[in-house]
């Protein structure tokens, strides 16, 4: 098991659930204190190395009692985002590529690709995909793609 302080180091301490800083000098009592999370390891069984990553105390909390959901940015103009994690997960189990959301413009849907690829690096960093800006029926759609199999 990897220390919290290899753990925050490594993740740039940073939540990979809500993508916020984590003070690393909070207690680890503080509910946006640090926590590390050990996935999805059923209990007593060892976390592989590396694959613990760095939440917030309440985060990592809620997680437990809830399946996690990681927001889009309010800052982007995306019209029905599909789910992150559910996104995630399909593209882990099959690979290939999917449209995640649908954009107004040209240069909204390249923001939002930019943005997605970046904290898909931090939320699902074993897992390299790449997002494209295609046009189709007067709109632009987000297109998010892994050649994983």
């Given amino acids: ?10 993740d740039g301490w940073r939540c990979w659930l809500c993508d916020e800083p984590v ?18 390891t059923p209990k007593g069984k060892k976390a592989a190395p590396g694959s613990e990553r760095l939440a917030h105390r309440a ?12 927001a889009w940015s309010p800052a982007l103009f995306v019209v029905e985002p599909a789910p992150i994690v559910s996104t995630v997960e399909r593209l882990t189990r099959k690979g290939g590529r999917e449209v995640v959301g ?7 849907g390249e923001e939002a690709a930019a943005w997605l690829v970046d904290r898909l690096s931090r939320f699902a960093p074993d897992l390299p995909v790449t997002a494209t800006v295609e046009p189709g029926g007067g709109q632009f759609l987000l297109v998010v793609q892994t050649d994983r199999r």
């Fill in 1 to 10: 098991m990897s220390t919290l302080d290899e753990v925050g180091s490594r």
């Fill in 59 to 70: 985060c990592n909390t809620r997680k437990g009692a809830v399946k996690p959901v990681v």
């Fill in 23 to 40: 003070d690393p000098d909070a207690s680890v009592n503080s509910d946006r204190g640090p926590s590390i999370d050990g996935g999805a």
């Fill in 102 to 108: 649908r954009c107004p413009t040209k240069a909204d």
